[in-house]
């Protein structure tokens, strides 16, 4: 079974599973290595996108790319270009969106997995394509989390998971779900 996680309490931007047991200890820096060369390259892909560096950001991606985003019209995207497009569509709706990683980017020790807690921040300023939904003026703050897959040192997948109801009652200024207690 595995012991405690190994790095520096509340100061380490990478989480390393390095204490796990393992039939084979020579191999465990080679595995720490591959979590720590998979988190960097996460966090290089979360600066393209804050950058607008669409092609630093879509470069990161394997061809064969799925992403799952419940805010997608139709998900998963599938290809380069499809996320390419749907992130257009998201940074022309919201020019001043925000990623930011709130450590640690947890990763699985043979680097293939990584974890990436966030909060965005972003105003609906212009129409979002292609489903048309009109700007609201509005601004959100949203907390999640991403799970990427990564093969040979790209991104295959990509889950998203965030609450859906509480990006929605903030950009359209109501709320959505019962208040408690009534009927």
Not at 143 to 150: F, K, R, S, T
């Amino acid at each position: 079974p595995p012991r405690r996680p190994a790095g520096e309490a509340g100061h380490s931007r990478h989480l390393r599973w390095a204490d796990m047991e393992s039939p084979s200890r020579g191999s465990r820096g080679m595995q720490t290595a591959a979590c720590t060369k998979s988190a960097d390259m996460v966090q290089r892909f979360v600066d393209a996108w804050n950058a607008r560096n669409l092609d630093d950001f879509t470069g990161h991606l394997a061809h064969d790319i799925e992403w799952y985003d419940p805010a997608m019209p139709e998900p998963p995207v599938r290809g380069r270009a499809a996320v390419r497009a749907f992130a257009e569509a998201i940074l022309r709706a919201f020019p001043d969106f925000t990623y930011e990683v709130q450590p640690p980017i947890c990763s699985s020790l043979d680097g293939s997995r990584c974890a990436v807690v966030w909060r965005i921040s972003a105003s609906h300023v212009h129409e979002l394509r292609p489903v048309g939904y009109a700007p609201t003026g509005r601004r959100a703050t949203i907390e999640g989390v991403d799970v990427l897959d990564i093969r040979d040192g790209q991104v295959t997948r990509i889950l998203t998971a965030f609450d859906i109801l509480s990006a929605a009652e903030q950009l359209l200024g109501m709320k959505l779900r019962p208040v408690p207690g009534t009927r």
